[in-house]
């Protein structure tokens, strides 16, 4: 199984779009992997994670046939993760020979922010019926997509929606894909996440070496989770440990990361990273 990291920052970019701040303007100086654009990821070339604004940009950067992608996995309807005006460009008037139906998964306010995107009167002319369709998740509903068992885990993120992070196998490997999300998720998720042994554990890192109530995490939150679930036998020395999901806020600069990912068994993820696990 393979993750490409597409884009590695928080809902305000790095560096953020009005800042002015000592790490943004590192950022700025020092370019390459201090630069990041928001969240998104995908695996196996086939399962796409979340939809920021800065889709686009991903597929240029990283010559995505974005139109040959069935499947798309929601974490949550906050703009940095899900932009969905952009749907109605696969429709076949503005993406020809795309493949088959874009299948949209996601909660119940992300289906909501989708119909309010892709059928404004201005698209109606160009009804995605044949070319994107919702799917709405419920917590641990388990489904198939191409091969990939996916369970969706309600996250320790936005109390006015079911948040998810999202469990991914194939072929004997297995994925957990933690953002957004803090620690202080329901014992039915931690139970359903003990089930499983993890080729590659992705985390929020968010708030750097800081921590919060909940809603996020930090770099010792990360720790945490990590030792939580080698106890339970979820991970091993071969596991994958990857911190993700970088804010301004986190008052760390990507050289930083980098040494605290060496210095505790992880990795510090970047823009076009891609991980084989």
């Known amino acids: 199984m393979e993750i490409q990291y597409l884009g590695t920052a928080a809902a305000e970019g790095l560096p ?3 800042c002015d701040c000592e790490i943004c303007k ?4 020092a370019g390459g992997k201090e630069v990041r654009t928001r969240t998104q990821s995908i695996v196996d070339g086939k399962i796409l994670i979340d939809f920021p604004p800065d889709t686009y940009t991903h597929a240029l950067q990283y010559s995505l046939q974005l139109g ?3 499947h798309l996995l929601v974490t949550h309807s906050h703009m940095d993760h899900f932009f969905p005006v952009e749907l109605i460009h696969r429709h076949e008037h503005f993406g020809h020979n795309a493949k088959g139906i874009l299948h949209v998964y996601g909660n119940e306010a992300v289906e909501k922010a989708f119909y309010d995107a892709v059928l404004i009167d201005r698209f109606k002319v160009h009804p995605l019926d044949e070319a994107v369709k919702f799917i709405r998740l419920k917590p641990f509903g388990d489904f198939m997509a191409d091969g990939y068992h996916i369970i969706p885990i309600p996250a320790d993120h936005d109390k006015r929606e079911t948040c998810f992070i999202y469990i991914i196998e194939k072929d004997e490997k297995c994925l957990l894909y933690g953002h957004d999300t803090g620690m202080k998720m329901s014992d039915k998720a931690w139970d359903c996440i003990f089930q499983y042994q993890y080729n590659l554990i992705s985390l929020d890192a968010t708030m750097g070496k800081k921590q919060i109530d909940g809603y996020h995490m930090g770099l010792p939150d990360d720790i945490a989770f990590a030792k939580i679930l080698e106890e339970r036998g979820c991970i091993n020395k071969d596991t994958v440990k990857v911190i ?15 040494a605290f990912a060496e210095e505790n068994g992880m990795v510090a993820s970047y823009d076009g990273m891609k991980v084989v696990f």
């Open 16 to 18: 953020a779009l009005f």
């Open 26 to 29: 590192k950022a700025r100086k």
């Open 68 to 70: 040959q992608i069935e």
């Open 244 to 258: 993700n999901h970088f804010s301004h806020n986190g008052e760390m600069t990507h050289k930083q990361l980098e």
